[in-house]
Antibody, heavy 125, light 107 residues
Framework: EVQLLESGGGLVQPGGSLRLSCAASGFIFNRHALSWVRQAPGKGLEWVAGISGSGSTTDYAGSVKGRFTISRDSSKSTVSLQMNSLTVDDTAVYYC??????????????????WGQGTTVTVSS | LLTQSPGTLSLSPGDKATLSCRASHSLSSHYLAWYQQKPGQAPRLLMFGTSNRATGIPDRFSGSASGTDFTLTISRLEPEDFAVYYCQQCGDATDLTFGGGTKVEIK
């Protein structure tokens, strides 16, 4: 079964840092781009960051560029999101999601067919 | 930018639902997807490439496009179809975006 399992969410003060992890299983890990997508309370979906299958290319939404870093570890089949300088606007459920297509061009992200259950990040003093 | 309408659709089981997603610029049909999200759950991929159903999606769901207007149609609403639906533009990371969503609620 193809599965993504996020962890690492929690409560953090403004200006703080948090690291999210997503454990993948059931598919050829380095063949698929992976993304983090977030959803603020009562709001819609926002793509946050993505990483190519090889890990050579990373991309970010403007709202998080320079503060968040996405990475992947093929030996552990995990993708991580390091979040620094957090603000209250970063409060959201963060989902890890897998591109349906394999071997897509770096810097491109497509429809996402597998999602984790989400992990909640709350930024508050 | 993707603009979804209406914001809320109030319908009864058995009704036909027509959801709209308008792109602000030309968009290839290859790069438009639809998702369904129920409360407390992760989004689920419904359609990719505008009109291709994802694995396990029943054929009462269909997608189409006309220019920059994309449509998700649910031919006959089942109780489990009441949810929020999002369209997504795929492709280059700089263009990646979701629409604001349409909530399909029970009338």
């Amino acid at each position: 079964e193809v599965q993504l399992l996020e962890s690492g969410g929690g409560l953090v003060q403004p200006g703080g840092s948090l690291r999210l992890s997503c454990a993948a299983s059931g598919f050829i890990f380095n063949r698929h781009a992976l993304s983090w997508v977030r959803q603020a309370p009562g709001k819609g979906l926002e793509w946050v960051a993505g990483i190519s299958g090889s890990g050579s290319t990373t991309d970010y939404a403007g709202s998080v560029k320079g503060r968040f870093t996405i990475s992947r570890d093929s030996s552990k089949s995990t993708v991580s999101l390091q979040m620094n300088s957090l603000t209250v606007d970063d409060t959201a459920v963060y989902y890890c999601a897998k591109d349906r297509r394999a071997a897509t061009p770096p810097g491109n992200y497509y429809d996402m067919d597998v999602w984790g259950q989400g992990t909640t990040v709350t930024v508050s003093s | 930018l993707l603009t979804q309408s209406p914001g809320t659709l109030s319908l009864s089981p058995g009704d036909k639902a027509t959801l709209s997603c308008r792109a602000s610029h030309s968009l290839s049909s290859h790069y438009l997807a639809w998702y369904q999200q129920k409360p407390g759950q992760a989004p689920r991929l419904l359609m990719f490439g505008t009109s291709n159903r994802a694995t396990g999606i029943p054929d009462r769901f269909s997608g189409s496009a006309s220019g920059t207007d994309f449509t998700l149609t649910i031919s006959r609403l089942e109780p489990e179809d009441f949810a929020v639906y999002y369209c997504q533009q795929c492709g280059d990371a700089t263009d990646l975006t979701f629409g604001g969503g349409t909530k399909v609620e029970i009338k």
